[in-house]
């Protein structure tokens, strides 16, 4: 099994937090979300893909809820094997699909050579350290408007801190990292 087949066994399936949720509920913390994470590998619905292509396509549907409100957001990644280690690249919804009708459910087919980078998105590296796999990026969205993204994986769980930060202010992100456990 190559490197990024085992990366991705830990990354794919059905992820929620709902045992750190009820932990934080339980001491009064009212303001953690509830998360679920659904990640599925896509690349049989992408066609045109070069015949060498090594590459695995993601789907992440994430759902985070917050009081009365959820908020949805899916996200198409690209991982690949580089010398220094697993690399997320992030791609734009492809063209005919919103936030709210993007899912690998929804996807019908989507052409490799019509998918667009994402501009914004500073690749991340993953690394493995001690049996788990640590990695990050910083993008800068404008001028003033800073994305951190902080993840560990493991077969026990997914660690994901995020971060909006504008003008040096943090507007998204939590002290603690939310932490997913397989459904």
Known sequence: MTKLQSFMNILTGSFHNMEQYTDLKNKGVEDFPYA????????????????????????????FKLGEKTHH??????????????????????????????????????????LELSEKFTPAIFTLKDGIWEGGSVSMFSPVLKF?????????????????EVNGKRTFGYDEPIIYKRC
């Open 148 to 164: 951190t993204l902080s993840e560990r994986f493991s077969e026990e769980q997914l660690e994901v801190s995020e971060t909006m």
């Open 36 to 63: 679920e994470h659904v990640n599925t590998v896509c690349n049989d619905k992408i066609k045109n893909l070069p015949a060498d292509f090594g590459g695995i396509f993601l789907i992440e549907e994430s759902r």
């Open 73 to 114: 957001a899916p996200h198409l990644f690209l991982f690949t094997e580089e010398e220094e280690g697993i690399k997320l690249t992030s791609y734009e919804i492809p063209k005919g699909y919103t936030r709210d009708t993007f899912s690998y459910e929804n996807l019908s087919e989507a052409d490799y050579y019509e």
